[in-house]
Each structure stands twice: as C-alpha cells, then as structure tokens.
Nanobody
Framework: VQLQASGGGLVQTGGSLRLSCAAS????????MDWHRQAPGKQRELVAQ?????????ADSMKGRVTISRDNAQNAVYLHLQINDLKPEDTAIYYC??????????WGQGTQVTVSS
C-alpha cells in the first residue's frame, strides 16, 4: 500500500484544515485507517481512526474539533481529517497510517501543520 498525504500548511489560531491521504495499491485489503501526529520533541500519537466498517475513534484531546472520514475512488481509498478551531499545540507533522487484513501497517510521508498564535 502506498500512501500520499496532503493538505497541511500554516494557519492562524482558530482556523481549519482538511488533510487528505490517498491510499493506493492493494487498497481492498485495508481494514483500519488512522491519522497520527508528532510534535517537536514529543512522541507520535494517535489522533483519529476509522475502520472499514465505519467505526470512528478520536483522541480525547481532539474530540469535538476533528472529523475523520474515508471514501473510495476508482484508483485509491481517500482518508480525510477535518480539523477545526486549530490551536498552537496542534502544530505537528501529521501522518496517515493504514493496517491491512494481515495486520501489516503502512505509513505515509507526513504533512506539516503549523498553527500561529
């Protein structure tokens, strides 16, 4: 599975961003898709997750401000993360990740989100 993330950028506090990740190659085997983030000097953490059955899970710190979604296209599965009311502490590199039916995980290259105060 190949993952290509996009949508990051520089926004002001209170702004919104929509991150996207295109998953191609063996996409039919994907069972779980999620977004993680890693801030400078901190460990990577889970932000949100969605299963092939549509079950959504959110980190407590992000609940109410983020929405994860996925949609299928002809050549790829797209994973989205809508983030609202952005705060400076949301500044991080955001990574998409998928796990397939065999339990193998794949990471995208990350997209930088910077929130100015």
């Amino acid at each position: 599975v190949q993952l290509q993330a996009s949508g990051g950028g520089l926004v002001q506090t209170g702004g919104s961003l929509r991150l996207s990740c295109a998953a191609s190659g063996s996409r039919g085997s994907i069972r779980v898709m999620d977004w993680h983030r890693q801030a400078p000097g901190k460990q990577r953490e889970l932000v949100a997750q969605i299963t092939s059955g549509g079950e959504e899970t959110y980190a407590d710190s992000m609940k109410g401000r983020v929405t994860i979604s996925r949609d299928n296209a002809q050549n790829a599965v797209y994973l989205h993360l809508q983030i609202n009311d952005l705060k400076p502490e949301d500044t991080a590199i955001y990574y998409c990740h998928v796990r397939n039916s065999r339990g193998l995980g794949f990471w995208g290259q990350g997209t930088q989100v910077t929130v100015s105060s």
